[in-house]
């Protein structure tokens, strides 16, 4: 199993562009997650899924938006990039709610 | 809304020491905690986890103990080893989220 993985590892962005994160498991988990990792902190969560079609605000969603039309896949969009949005980006899965969750790799993302 | 922290940002542990990272929460409604463990690039990596209905859970050279009383989670790391220098998170489950600790980095010095 690959486990977790997204793209790309490095990216950055122009004030006002739009991209798209991506994020897939194949682990069959339920439950997928987007956070953000700012220098020094704890991660927050941008948003999350309970399965395919269902998805769910989280801690910090604003300025981002997310769709999950199958089990594997949880793409994150940011739309109209901001210097505020830096910051490095992990996705999550896990096999039920009060069960650990395996994180990717993360996406790091500048907005200059 | 619920936080949940750490009491030292950084920890220097001797090779072969035991170390001891603490976290506290202010909410006492979480139901389960896990601690990760993050390496430099890395993504977390689950090490353990305990439920509310225990106060201590032992895997391998690591424990965690949870004292509901004062909201305090710790994690001990036995014979500490070069490869446990990372940073380390504390995490609680309120409602459908975790909401994580801001990390304590420890480093092993020979």
């Known amino acids: 199993n690959a486990g977790v993985t997204q793209t790309p590892k490095f990216r950055i962005l122009k004030i006002g562009q739009s991209m798209t994160l991506q994020c897939a498991q194949d682990m069959n988990h339920n439950y997928m997650y987007w956070y953000r990792q700012d220098p020094g902190m704890g991660l927050k969560l941008i948003y999350y899924s309970v399965g395919a079609g269902i998805t769910d605000k989280g801690e910090v969603p604003n300025g981002y938006n997310v769709s999950r039309s199958t089990t594997e896949d949880f793409p994150l969009r940011l739309e109209l990039a901001a210097p505020s949005q830096t910051s490095v980006y992990f996705c999550a899965s896990s096999i039920g709610q009060v069960r650990d969750q395996y994180f990717g790799p993360g996406t790091r993302l500048t907005v200059t | 809304g619920e936080s949940v922290g750490l009491h030292l940002p950084t920890l220097s542990v001797q090779e072969g020491d035991n170390s001891i990272i603490n976290c506290a929460y202010s909410n006492s409604a979480s139901d389960y905690f896990i601690w990760y463990k993050q390496e430099s690039g890395k993504g977390p990596q689950f090490i353990i986890d305990?439920?509310?209905?225990?106060d201590k859970r032992q895997g391998q050279r690591v424990t965690v103990l949870l004292n509901k009383t004062v909201k305090h989670l710790s994690l001990q790391i036995a014979a500490t080893q070069p490869g446990d220098s990372a940073v380390y998170f504390c995490?609680?489950?309120?409602?459908?989220?975790?909401?994580f600790g801001p990390g304590t980095r420890l480093s092993v010095l020979p």
């Open positions: 305990i439920r509310s209905n225990m």
């Open positions: 995490a609680g489950l309120y409602g459908q989220n975790f909401v």
